[in-house]
């Protein structure tokens, strides 16, 4: 795993190659492979005048080996131990070597990895388009536990090392890294990474880290120091504000590493943050992460619902509809090297689209010549949509793929407007397009299976992480968010006080409170959504059903776009809560447990994502998992909607509870 190869000059260069993955993990071959490495060191001391780490892989080392991570159990504790006692120790050797060592960063450092160049004296890294460098621990459920919480703090100080790197999982480029203090060069090129890395040795034969200098003393004090002391009662305040009141083991753990680590000497600070990981390691929260953001979505982009059928790339996009829906999914379109042509009834309203050299607007149905894809993104009515369609197949290329971006409406009955239903399929972009990661395909019954693989591909081309599922009204992430609103405006029209259900989710891990996202959805557009299906399907009007159209018909108040909903507005920007909310809350509102609601949001999204997989509207359980986290704001920490589910304690039980308490609907199956 690692090459040890020392030249004419004493310089040796430890070169990481894993040869059973294609990238380096912290797994049992490093181990064993770094001891052996540190002893060969140890033993030609007198011949070796310097040394430089670096990697064979496009990446330098990619973090922990996360597949035995998550198997870990309390059971394993003690081998745990031994192992982060063990890679801590051959860091450790290798920082007090008594030689200067070089990390010569030729790609992404995450995790592990950064841990390694962080054990090192000098840090020198690429300045290539993929090299990230961070700690993504925090985002999955766990700390940096080879040292790196340690490390950090003692380099930059506790803030800058908590805000900037523990906290955040942040990836830094070179220049940023750099900037914010883990990183002290960058270079252009390869062959730069390992001159630089010789000239430094050459330069400073005696380097040692900070830490280990006589006079130390850390950046912005320890706990111990009158100023430090007195910021220090704001931290965990500003991390429950960051986390909007919810209670995350994680966070709460780099924080206490951080702060107790600085306390005290360097060794005992490596044993409180390997008891600390540990503790993350072998809980429940972890695993969830790990296997939603990890092993789910790794399954997810590695096409787990592509059909296998090769098929021509994309090669010119039309975009129906300039708004913020369809200039986003163009100028993603252009990010990715495709010609992409934006249409709208006028020149002046497709112009908003041009934000890339690659984009051309246009008035002219005629432009769209050529463009073997199309997705429509105009006003959610299906004649509307059926009528562009018409209008739009005799000038595309033959075979074209045709998408609708719609949110709601079934793919099938779209499709009906079509000459080759076979190549039409639904393409649910995520709003704002440029930020939200989640594509969210739609097959529709006659959606034929290359359809399906092109829209998959051009997905992941632009970036986007793709479920797919099956034609049904709202599909999987509208249907299953309606929900959370749903339950929302329920315990409004209960009386619950409008502050309580908003904090309940927040507290729960929701990104955002059900009645801001309700404001932003648009009232009238939930209104009109549930009047579709109740035109469809039939639907026996409920209390939260009532008081929609009490906002939205007596009080004039649609949602954010118009500057007024279940929030008050100044300037597009969110106020408060409507004081009229007031009105609604009364004595029985109020006595409902808080964990109640917290529940009644969990659990009304998981049963519904249970009944999508059961009807065949989801077709695997991982892309529920990810749609939900990716798509819908479900709670990360629980692993994704249909996660939750099975690792609940007495999911049944306690969703027999809450029907008891709230009605039928959480009844389980």
């Given amino acids: 795993m690692i090459n040890y190869e020392r030249d004419g000059d004493g310089v040796v260069t430890l070169t990481l190659d894993d040869p059973t993955q294609s990238a380096n993990t912290m797994n049992a071959t490093y181990v064993a492979a770094m001891t052996a490495a540190l002893d060969r060191l140890e033993a030609e001391r007198e011949q070796v005048t310097g040394v430089i780490v670096t990697s064979a892989k496009t990446t330098f080392f990619a973090g922990g080996d996360l597949p035995s991570m998550a198997r870990a159990t309390r059971d394993d504790a003690p081998a745990l131990f031994e192992l982060l006692s063990t890679i801590k120790r051959d860091f450790r050797r290798l920082e007090t070597y008594g030689r200067p060592v070089v990390a010569a960063i030729n790609g992404a450092a995450l995790g592990g990895g950064l841990e390694v160049a962080l054990a090192c004296h000098h840090r020198i890294a690429l300045d290539a388009p993929g090299t990230r460098l961070g700690f993504p621990e925090v985002t999955l459920g766990l700390l940096p536990g080879a040292g790196g919480v340690t490390r950090t703090v003692r380099m930059l100080g506790l803030a800058p090392a908590l805000t900037t790197w523990l906290l955040s999982g942040r990836r830094l480029r070179p220049a940023d890294a750099r900037d914010n203090g883990l990183v002290d060069e960058v270079v252009p090129t390869p062959s730069a990474l390992t001159e630089r890395a010789r000239a430094w040795i050459a330069a400073n034969p005696d380097a040692a880290q900070p830490w280990d200098r006589e006079g130390y ?10 100023k430090l002391a007195a910021q220090l009662p704001a931290f965990p305040a500003t991390l429950r504000q960051q986390l909007k009141g919810a209670s995350l083991p994680a966070p709460e753990k780099i924080l206490a590493t951080a702060v107790e680590g600085a306390q005290v000497d360097f060794e005992t600070a490596q044993v409180i943050e ?100 199309v997705i429509e993104a105009v006003f959610e009515d299906p004649a509307l949509k059926q009528e562009v369609y018409a209008s739009l197949e005799p000038v595309l290329a033959p075979g074209a793929l045709i998408a609708s971006n719609t949110s709601t409406l079934p793919i099938t009955g779209l499709a009906a407007g079509v000459s080759r239903p076979e190549a039409f399929v639904g393409m649910h972009f995520f709003s704002p397009v440029g930020k939200m990661p989640l594509l969210e395909i739609i097959v529709g019954e006659q959606t034929g299976d290359e359809a399906v693989a092109r829209a998959f591909d051009l997905a992941r081309r632009i970036g986007k992480t793709p479920i797919v599922v099956n034609d ?77 159209d009490t906002m939205v018909d007596q009080h004039d108040r649609p949602g954010r776009a118009a500057g007024r909903g279940f929030y008050a507005y100044e300037d597009g ?42 009807e065949g509207v989801l077709r695997t359980e991982e892309d529920g998992n990810v749609g939900s986290i990716l798509g819908i704001g479900y709670p990360a920490w629980t692993g994704g909607v249909l996660r939750f589910a099975r690792q609940h304690d007495d999911f049944r039980g306690r969703a027999s509870v809450l029907a008891a308490r709230y009605g039928k609907r959480f009844e389980p199956a």
């Fill in 217 to 226: 003393r850390m950046p912005g004090g320890t706990p111990s120091s009158p």
């Fill in 274 to 373: 390997t008891r600390h990981l540990i503790s993350l390691l072998t809980g429940q929260i972890a695993k969830n992460l790990i296997g939603a953001l990890f092993f789910d979505m790794r399954a997810v982009n590695g096409g787990l619902a592509r059909p296998s059928v090769e098929v021509s790339p994309a090669r010119k996009v039309a975009v129906l509809g300039a708004g913020m829906m369809g200039a986003g999914i163009a100028l993603a379109c252009a990010k990715a090297g495709l010609d992409v042509v934006v249409k709208d009834v006028t020149p002046e309203l497709a112009a908003r689209a041009a934000q890339h050299e690659r984009i051309t607007t246009t008035a002219d149905v005629a432009d769209l010549a050529g463009c073997d894809v």
């Fill in 472 to 548: 049904g009204r709202g599909f999987f992430t509208s249907r299953v968010i309606g929900k959370f609103i749903d339950e929302a405006i329920g315990m409004l029209a209960e009386g619950v006080p409008a502050a309580s259900i908003e904090h309940a989710a927040l507290q729960a891990g929701y990104p955002t409170g059900p009645l801001a996202l309700a404001d932003e959805v648009s009232l009238s557009l939930v209104q009109r959504i549930r009047r579709q299906n109740a035109a469809a399907e039939g639907l026996t009007e409920q209390p939260s059903h009532v008081l929609v």
């Fill in 573 to 614: 920007k969110r106020t408060g809560l409507w004081p009229g909310l007031a009105e609604l809350a009364t004595a029985d509102g109020r006595a409902v447990p808080f964990e109640d609601l917290q529940d009644r949001f969990l659990f009304a999204e998981a049963l519904d994502a249970r009944a999508c997989l059961d």
